[in-house]
């Protein structure tokens, strides 16, 4: 799985968007970006995933540009209770993988009022 | 819809006792079933994964060990707990279909006295 950096921490003033960025410039053609979020002692939560094309669901949005080889997790209307622990996870399941998901150190976004 | 429940929610145990953590899934068959531990301060970190009933894989060697009785419950156990054994324990399940999100219970934390 193609390794992923992201800024150790961000602010966010509430009722902003706050956009966090990714890089995986290793990604390769069949892997899959994935977001994740983690809110102080409590198991991780998922967010959004995404091939090629930008997605949008209830919680956020997910810009992946046009080489793959970086992205953007944008929650449009920040919330205090969107301060936590940001993970970008890139992977693919290929045939015999169990799934396993490999976290690293993420993004700390602190919603401030 | 699919449910995780993971119990206890926290635990105190003494050096050298025995732990049984126990995750059932609802909603779903033949899910892929993992468990992560979670130390202070530091990333998660994969520690068993199940991709059927009796079928355990480590990725880590420890003082630790899982099993799969039912297609739906996962058991995380040590026969002697060690203090480096305290952190925050995980559960999570996923699909079999590829390139999905997984699912993460709301974590045991434990500390060993």
């Known amino acids: 799985d193609a390794k992923t950096t992201q800024p150790t921490s961000m602010d966010c003033a509430e009722g902003r968007a706050a956009n966090l960025p990714c890089n995986h410039s290793?990604?390769?053609?069949?892997?899959?970006v994935y977001w994740y979020r983690q809110i102080h002692s409590q198991g991780p939560q998922y967010i959004i995933h995404?091939?090629?094309n930008n997605e949008t669901n209830e919680m956020a949005s997910l810009i992946i540009t046009e080489d793959r080889k970086s992205s953007t997790l944008i929650l449009p209307h920040a919330t205090l209770r969107d301060t936590a622990v940001y993970y970008c996870?890139?992977?693919?399941?290929?045939?015999?993988?169990?799934?396993?998901?490999?976290f690293g150190k993420g993004t700390k976004l602190s919603v401030k009022p | 819809s699919q449910t995780i429940h993971q119990w206890p929610a926290t635990l105190v145990q003494p050096v050298g006792s025995p732990l049984s953590l126990e995750c059932t899934v609802e909603?779903?068959?033949?899910?892929?079933l993992y468990w992560y531990r979670q130390a202070a301060g530091r990333g998660l970190q994969l520690l068993f994964y199940?991709?059927?009933?009796?079928?355990i894989s480590s990725e880590v060697p420890q003082n630790l060990s899982a099993s799969r009785p039912q297609d739906r419950q996962f058991i995380l156990s040590s026969k002697k707990l060690l203090l480096s054994d305290s952190g925050f324990y995980l559960c999570?399940?996923?699909?079999?279909?590829?390139?999905?999100?997984?699912?993460f219970g709301q974590g045991t934390r434990l500390t060993v006295v």
């Open positions: 999570a399940w996923r699909s079999g279909v590829r390139n999905t999100e997984a699912f």
């Open positions: 290793t990604i390769s053609g069949n892997e899959y």
């Open positions: 995404g091939l090629k």
């Open positions: 996870i890139v992977r693919v399941d290929r045939e015999g993988s169990q799934g396993n998901l490999i």
């Open positions: 909603g779903t068959s033949n899910p892929n």
């Open positions: 199940s991709v059927g009933i009796g079928q």
